[in-house]
């Protein structure tokens, strides 16, 4: 018994989560392009660091757009159940591609607070920075909001990137005003290495998150227990249930287990009770795609006996 819930059209959810992918690499480009120009006339390396950090994300939210793609596609003879992990696989992949990037900052900044270097032209670099807090606070909950109607991980995984964006801007300001008020040049590369910092712990949050879909991890505790009180919730004929089993690929949550029944009903009506337990776990736990064994008697024993052999 397999059917896929119907919380919005598979295609609806595709065309949104490009949309979003496209305009994340537009506005990452733009930022990047005026975070860079403004650094190089004011030689501030927390303002580099933010284009650095801008141009990362649009050459992510490029890899995201073709992960995109990729994962949308039907199931076919090779991947029978669908191309949902190839989104975990491009935030993996950014993952370590983040994480050099913020070491390499890391670095920068380390040597500069040694040797630091006068920033000019203040005035102008605090406009341009208001300017990216305000573009990107508007793509932070641009993305949310898709994040949330799609279930794409790709896509919340961008708003996070944003939104430690609009955070380190409200620094660097910070900075620059301090600079442009006290002379106190070594709060640039201070900045600078903070933001190398929040860089670095986006990337291991990437990581993590990535790997557990990649490795078929269980989903979160307080999904399991909505399942499991649906599951407890059901009467006779339904006797008992076992084997629940859990995991995320892209958009998707895949949730199987075994229903146990009374032996003396048919299978029509075993099947329809199923099928209503289904449809409150689709309610409860959104983009689900659910599998359930029907056992006219428990054989949990056996199961778990099975599992362990293998």
Same mark, same amino acid.
């Given at each position: 018994?397999?059917?896929?819930?119907?919380?919005?059209?598979?295609?609806?959810?595709?065309?949104?989560?490009?949309?979003?992918?496209?305009?994340?690499?537009?506005?990452?480009?733009? #930022?990047? &392009?005026?975070?860079?120009? /403004?650094?190089? =006339? @004011?030689?501030? !390396?927390?303002?580099? *660091?933010?284009?650095?950090?801008?141009?990362?994300?649009?050459?992510?939210?490029?890899?995201?757009?073709?992960?995109?793609?990729?994962?949308?596609?039907?199931?076919?003879?090779?991947?029978?159940?669908?191309?949902?992990?190839?989104?975990?696989?491009?935030?993996?992949?950014?993952?370590?591609?983040?994480?050099?990037?913020?070491?390499?900052?890391?670095?920068?900044?380390?040597?500069?607070?040694?040797?630091?270097?006068?920033?000019?032209?203040?005035?102008?670099?605090?406009?341009?920075?208001?300017?990216?807090?305000?573009?990107?606070?508007?793509?932070?909950?641009?993305?949310?909001?898709?994040?949330?109607?799609?279930?794409? #991980?790709? &896509?919340?995984?961008?708003? /996070?990137?944003? =939104? @430690?964006?609009? !955070?380190?801007?409200? *620094?660097?300001?910070?900075?620059?005003?301090?600079?442009?008020?006290?002379?106190?040049?070594?709060?640039?590369?201070?900045?600078?290495?903070?933001?190398?910092?929040?860089?670095?712990?986006?990337?291991?949050?990437?990581?993590?998150?990535?790997?557990?879909?990649?490795?078929?991890?269980?989903?979160?505790?307080?999904?399991?227990?909505?399942?499991?009180?649906?599951?407890?919730?059901?009467?006779?004929?339904?006797?008992?249930?076992?084997?629940?089993?859990?995991?995320?690929?892209?958009?998707?949550?895949?949730?199987?287990?075994?229903?146990?029944?009374?032996?003396?009903?048919?299978?029509?009506?075993?099947?329809?009770?199923?099928?209503? &337990?289904?449809?409150?776990?689709?309610?409860?736990?959104?983009?689900?795609?659910?599998?359930?064994?029907?056992?006219?008697?428990?054989?949990?024993?056996?199961?778990?006996?099975?599992?362990?052999?293998?």
């Amino acid at each position: 018994m397999n059917r896929i819930g119907e919380p919005m059209k598979h295609e609806n959810k595709h065309r949104k989560n490009i949309f979003a992918a496209s305009v994340s690499i537009g506005t990452a480009i733009v #930022l990047g &392009i005026i975070k860079l120009i /403004a650094s190089f =006339f @004011s030689g501030s !390396l927390a303002l580099l *660091a933010s284009a650095l950090d801008s141009m990362l994300d649009a050459i992510v939210s490029l890899i995201n757009f073709f992960a995109i793609r990729t994962a949308a596609q039907p199931p076919d003879k090779n991947h029978p159940y669908g191309h949902g992990k190839f989104e975990a696989l491009a935030e993996f992949l950014q993952g370590i591609f983040i994480g050099f990037s913020g070491l390499y900052l890391a670095y920068e900044s380390i040597l500069r607070i040694f040797k630091p270097v006068a920033i000019e032209q203040e005035t102008i670099a605090i406009g341009i920075m208001v300017f990216s807090i305000i573009a990107t606070t508007a793509l932070v909950l641009f993305l949310n909001r898709t994040a949330q109607s799609t279930g794409s #991980l790709v &896509i919340k995984s961008d708003s /996070a990137h944003y =939104f @430690s964006d609009v !955070l380190s801007n409200f *620094a660097i300001i910070g900075g620059l005003l301090i600079v442009k008020f006290t002379e106190f040049k070594v709060i640039d590369p201070i900045l600078s290495l903070g933001i190398s910092l929040l860089i670095l712990h986006s990337a291991l949050e990437l990581l993590k998150e990535s790997f557990d879909i990649l490795t078929d991890h269980e989903l979160p505790k307080e999904i399991r227990n909505k399942i499991e009180k649906i599951l407890n919730a059901a009467k006779k004929p339904v006797t008992g249930w076992h084997l629940l089993r859990t995991r995320r690929s892209g958009t998707q949550v895949h949730i199987d287990y075994h229903l146990v029944f009374d032996d003396t009903i048919g299978l029509l009506q075993a099947h329809d009770i199923a099928e209503k &337990i289904e449809d409150k776990i689709r309610k409860a736990v959104p983009h689900s795609i659910l599998l359930t064994h029907l056992d006219p008697h428990d054989d949990s024993k056996k199961n778990e006996d099975s599992m362990q052999t293998h």
